[in-house]
C-alpha cells in the first residue's frame, strides 16, 4: 500500500504572500505620494482578489488593476497568457484605468503589452527594473532603497 501525499500549496501560497506584499508597497506609495498619474488622491481603497489580483479604486472607479506572477521564468512568453487575461479586465474600469503587471524576476522582454483592441498593460516600475524580487523591493522613499521581508 502507497501513501498518497497532498498537493503542496507552498508555491501558491508563496505567490499569494508576494501578490499582498506588492499591493500593500503600492498602497502604500499612494498614501506618500498622494497622487496618481499627476491626479491628487487622497483617498482611495485597496480591493484585493477581485477585479485582478488587486485594484485600487477611487470614487468607486478602479484607477488602476495590477497582475502579480511570482513565476520564475525569465521568459515574457511564460507570462503572455496572464497579459491578454490583464488586457481584457474592464469591470469597474473607465477609459484611463492603468493596467500594470508585476513580476518577481528580470526578463528578456518587459515593454508593454497591447491587445488587438489597444489595451495597454505596462509592466511596474521600480526605480529603473520592472521586477520586484520575491525577497526585497525597492523603495525611494525616507531613503530607503531596499526593503526586506
Known amino acids: 500500500m502507497t501513501e498518497e501525499l497532498p498537493d503542496s500549496a ?18 502604500i ?14 483617498k482611495f481603497a485597496l480591493q484585493l482578489d477581485s477585479t485582478d489580483d488587486f485594484a485600487i479604486y477611487s470614487d468607486g472607479i ?5 497582475q502579480v506572477k511570482a ?3 525569465p521568459y515574457r512568453s511564460a507570462f ?13 474600469c473607465c477609459p484611463n484605468t492603468k493596467r500594470y503587471f508585476h513580476i518577481a524576476n528580470e526578463i528578456d522582454d518587459s ?7 489597444k489595451a495597454i498593460v505596462e509592466f511596474y516600475k521600480y526605480d529603473e527594473d520592472s521586477y520586484c524580487k ?14 526586506h521581508y
Do not use: M, P, T
Open 71 to 73: 513565476k520564475a521564468s
Open 80 to 92: 503572455e497568457k496572464a497579459l491578454n487575461k490583464s488586457s481584457k479586465i474592464c469591470i469597474d
Open 62 to 66: 478602479a484607477i488602476s488593476v495590477h
Open 134 to 147: 520575491l525577497g526585497w523591493c525597492f523603495k525611494k522613499y525616507a531613503g530607503i532603497k531596499r526593503i
Open 29 to 42: 506609495k499612494l498614501l506618500l505620494d498622494e497622487s496618481f498619474e499627476g491626479k491628487e488622491v487622497k
Open 111 to 117: 515593454s508593454d503589452y497591447e491587445n488587438e483592441k
Open 10 to 27: 507552498i508555491s501558491s501560497w508563496g505567490g499569494f504572500v508576494y501578490q499582498g506584499k506588492i499591493a500593500l508597497f503600492h498602497s
